[in-house]
Structure formats: structure tokens, C-alpha cells
């Protein structure tokens, strides 16, 4: 079951429990922290886990790890849910030798209380552990933390890839007999959420690492990708570049319902003519799944009644979290309702245009209740 190859081993945990990653982010499918265990003459530990998971974690790294000591462990990521255990893992095997960046260091004294015994590697550095096992270190800074690098194991043409290539959902059965398309959804959501904001690190890092033969991501979230390498790489790449595919995102936020009357609508037009979309309520449903869609689809259409002169304040911060994660590349639409003076829809093309973003047209604001009459849309095609 944890066996990747005859020199590594698959030694992360489920968690089923945790309600928000990050505090932010549901996961109704859970989430894996991954570790590695690598073995030549010497034996390397890459990462480690959650801090609610020590006891399972240590205790799968053991069983594992058989009669060997584990003479490093590779930081390649300092986000607590991988570096929690750092100071677990020093304590169950204290000669153990940290190998991380420069930038890690301060990190890991500053969490752990950790100094001694650490080996600050280089670009292109590599590490030895006999038997023909060898770990080269790429760093990736900003994807999405600035101490992050990569670990490749060039024998099995493997990279060990912090979260790039990572996505929600627990990984069951053997970890690198997983369908892509089992986590495309939430790959994406995982992108666009965390790592959306980091669209060119990301490809600084794609390109770096095009000139490894890699036959193998083992990334720390979900599963270890290898027959469907391609399809993750692909999704990361069109993601990174923020090229979103044909279709339309509907959000929107509404306290009477008449704004929602409009944004179903639109969604029904769209169904009617054949074109992709995805609809959300951004006061019922955490807005991680629209910023999703968003990224997903070339096309934002948002629904915002007006509120105190300004966009209602779900959809105000969507926007933000747009203008935050610097999305690119989108054509726009916005509409909503108002009572006395609209606002919403001008403040909403306002923020899309300073995002470079293509107004569809000038948007549509109606008094009051939701017509089809008032309420003409435009042509998405
Ligand atoms: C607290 C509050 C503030 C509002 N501020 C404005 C406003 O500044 N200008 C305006 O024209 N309408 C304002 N409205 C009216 C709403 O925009 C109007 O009721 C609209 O139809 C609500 O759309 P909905 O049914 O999609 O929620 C406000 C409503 C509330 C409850
Ligand atoms: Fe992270
Ligand atoms: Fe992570």
C-alpha cells in the first residue's frame, strides 16, 4: 500500500476531520499531508504532517522504516500542516540532519526552537544517500511560500514537489493508482484558492524543472501522480497562465431575492444555448468554490444588489479575493438590483476593468423586482 518503489515509501495521513483547511477552506472530501520516506545507504524523511496527526504519522514512518535510523529530513515547505512535526520527528531521532534553503532556517528556530544540526543546501545542490540514491534541490520560491524548493530523485525520475501539484481529498487505496479525474475539482480549487495568486512563481518553477526527466510528482497533497503526470502538469500550466476555458461563472448575492431571480435567469439562457457555466450563492456556499469557477472559465458574471451605496458585501469580497489572487485573461458581466440610487453594477465594472478584465457590456442595473423584461442580457457566446 505504501510502497511507491522499491526506495520509496508513502508514509502521509488522511484527515477527515479537519472542517477548514487554513481556517478558510472546507473539505468535504478531507485532505492528505504527505511524507516520504526515501532509502539508499542512508535513509531521508521528506516533510512530515498536521500537528493533530503525530502519533498515527510517527507511527506509520516507523513501521516503515523498519530497523533503519533516518539520517535526514528534507524540509521543502515550512506551512505548519507539513512542518508541524518537525521537532516530534527531531525528538524520535535526535542525530536526525535537516536539510533546507536558507530562508527555512529562521522559520524552523522560530516555530521549533530548532538550530543545530541543519544543512542549508544551494540551487542544484545535491545530496547523497548512497546506492545510487541521490536528492538534487530546485527552489521554488513563492509557490506559494518563499522558503519553498523541490526535491528530485533522479534514479527514479521522481520530484518530491512541495504543493505544487497538490489538491484537496484524501487519497485512498494505493496512492499512485489514483484518477486524475477523480480530483480535478478539487485540484482546482486547491489552486485557485492557495496557490492563485502565484501564477508566475508557478511557471518560473514549470520551467525550471521542464529540463528533469520527471516520471513521477509525489506532491504533498493527494495522490502521487504518475500515469496521468501529463493531465496534472497540463491543469497547473493553463491555470498558472490564468487561461481560463470556454464558460461562464455566476455568483452572486441577493437579500431578497430578486438580484437571485436575475442570476438564475441568466443561468437558464445559458443552458438553453449550450453554454458551460457554473452558478454560485455567495451567502450560502463558502466562496472558495466560485474563485474556483472563476479560475476555471473565461467568463465572470456577477450579481451584486447595491448595499449602503456599495457592491453587497459578498460579492464586494469575491472581488477582492480576485484582485488578490491577480486573476487575468476574463471577460466580465455585471448586473444586479437596487432601489433608489444603483450603484453595484458601475463600483463592480469599475474593480473588473482595473483587473484588465473585458466588459461584456456596461452591465445592467434594475429598480426593484426582477423582470425578464428589464433585464436583458447580453450575448455570451
Ligand atoms: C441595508 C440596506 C442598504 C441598502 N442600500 C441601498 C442603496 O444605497 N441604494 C439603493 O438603491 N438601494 C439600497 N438598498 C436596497 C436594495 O438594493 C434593494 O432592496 C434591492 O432590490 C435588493 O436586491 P435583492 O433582492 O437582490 O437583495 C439597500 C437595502 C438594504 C437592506
Ligand atoms: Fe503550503
Ligand atoms: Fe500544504
Not at 528533469?212 to 496521468?228: F, K, M, N
Request: hydrophobic share 40%.
Amino acid at each position: 500500500m505504501n510502497r511507491i518503489t522499491e526506495t520509496i515509501r508513502y508514509v502521509g495521513v488522511n484527515d477527515t476531520s479537519k472542517v477548514l483547511f487554513e481556517s478558510l477552506w472546507p473539505l468535504p472530501k478531507g485532505v492528505s499531508y504527505n511524507s516520504y520516506l526515501v532509502f539508499g545507504q542512508k535513509t531521508a524523511l521528506v516533510d512530515t504532517a498536521d500537528a493533530a496527526f503525530a502519533e498515527e504519522y510517527l507511527a506509520k514512518v516507523k513501521a516503515e522504516a523498519g530497523d533503519r535510523t533516518i539520517d535526514y529530513l528534507i524540509v521543502n515547505h515550512m506551512e505548519p500542516d507539513h512542518s508541524a512535526l518537525l521537532g516530534r520527528v527531531r525528538e524520535e531521532w535526535p542525530q536526525i540532519r535537516i536539510v533546507t534553503t536558507a530562508k527555512a532556517v529562521p522559520m524552523i528556530a522560530g516555530y521549533h526552537g530548532l538550530t543545530d544540526n541543519i544543512e542549508i543546501v544551494k540551487e542544484g545542490d545535491v545530496l547523497d544517500l548512497g546506492r545510487g540514491v541521490t536528492l538534487q534541490f530546485f527552489f521554488a520560491p513563492m509557490v506559494h511560500w518563499p522558503e519553498v524548493m523541490v526535491t528530485y530523485y533522479a534514479a527514479e525520475k521522481t520530484l518530491f514537489s512541495a504543493d505544487a501539484f497538490g489538491t484537496f481529498g484524501v487519497v485512498e487505496g494505493k496512492v499512485n493508482a489514483c484518477k486524475f479525474e477523480d480530483y480535478r475539482e478539487e485540484m482546482t480549487r486547491y489552486y485557485a484558492n492557495i496557490v492563485g495568486k502565484f501564477g508566475a512563481p508557478v511557471q518560473a518553477a514549470l520551467k525550471k524543472l521542464s529540463g528533469l526527466e520527471i516520471a513521477r510528482v509525489c506532491s504533498t497533497h493527494g495522490p502521487v501522480w504518475e500515469d496521468e503526470l501529463g493531465d496534472v502538469i497540463a491543469l497547473y500550466d493553463k491555470l498558472s497562465k490564468y487561461e481560463g476555458e470556454r464558460g461562464v461563472c455566476i455568483v452572486y448575492g441577493s437579500m431578497y431575492g430578486n438580484t437571485e431571480k436575475a442570476a438564475k435567469a441568466l443561468a437558464a439562457s445559458l443552458e438553453r444555448k449550450g453554454v458551460p457555466f457554473a452558478i454560485h450563492n455567495l451567502c450560502t456556499e463558502n466562496y472558495s468554490y466560485a474563485i474556483a469557477d472563476a479560475f476555471k472559465y473565461d467568463t465572470i458574471a456577477a450579481g451584486a444588489p447595491t448595499y449602503n451605496s456599495e457592491i453587497f458585501p459578498p460579492v464586494a469580497y469575491f472581488i477582492s479575493s480576485l484582485e488578490a489572487r491577480c486573476l487575468k485573461n476574463r471577460r466580465f458581466f455585471a448586473f444586479g438590483s437596487y432601489t433608489w440610487a444603483g450603484m453595484s453594477v458601475r463600483k463592480m465594472n469599475e474593480r473588473a476593468q482595473k483587473l484588465g478584465f473585458e466588459l461584456i457590456s456596461e452591465g445592467v442595473s434594475f429598480a426593484q423586482g426582477y423582470s425578464p423584461e428589464k433585464v436583458i442580457f447580453p450575448d455570451f457566446e
